[in-house]
């Protein structure tokens, strides 16, 4: 059965459709549940499970089934990316509250990652406008270069060619 066929069932609570639903969805909960290194597989699986199950009652329409299976994949990729900010600050706050007891290793590791944040900011804010989006597209939001084109209204091929200037330009400043 078509996914947004599946969704409509789901919103009127079809319970049989949902368990089919979670069936044909499995292999993208699975790829992104072991991306999510600061949990254990199955913990990230029943989360990104959840956050599917719980993103249906948004759908309003489910008239194209292309744009519900996107809909379902970025609710799995934003949960994905919330469970790392979580964790991120569980870290950033353990490494304020005990210091002492942080390896140096560890400690190198959040430095750098703080350096890089910086770096990455500064980087980003001298780069035109076009381009700054670009990246914060594909960054923040987790866009590929199809979905950045929709966006911003450009073809693929252009969208493309910005990221390969914006690699040209990382590539001379680490250079430097």
């Known amino acids: 059965m078509k996914i947004n066929k599946l969704i409509e069932k789901i919103q009127v609570g079809d319970k049989e459709a949902a368990n089919q639903l979670m069936i044909a969805m499995e292999p993208l909960i699975k ?11 199955d913990d990230a699986y029943q989360e ?19 744009a519900c299976l996107s809909y379902l994949k970025k609710t799995i990729i934003h949960k994905k990316i919330a469970l790392y900010k979580k964790y991120k600050c569980i870290v950033e706050e353990e490494v304020a ?20 944040s910086l770096d990455f ?17 594909i960054y923040y939001k987790g866009f590929g270069d199809a979905e950045i084109a929709k966006e911003i209204g450009a073809s693929r091929q252009y969208i493309n ?6 690699a040209q330009k990382a590539d001379f400043l680490e250079n430097k």
């Open 161 to 166: 060619r910005i990221k390969k200037k914006i």
């Open 48 to 66: 990104l499970s959840i956050a599917l199950m719980e993103s249906i009652k948004y759908i309003r329409d489910t008239s194209n089934e292309n």
């Open 121 to 137: 900011t500064s980087f980003l804010e001298a780069l035109p406008q076009k381009e700054r989006l670009i990246l914060e597209l």
């Open 31 to 41: 790829k992104y549940s072991a991306k999510v290194y600061s949990m254990e597989f």
């Open 97 to 116: 509250w005990d210091n002492d007891k942080i390896s140096n290793l560890s400690t190198i590791s959040y430095i750098s990652d703080v350096v890089f």
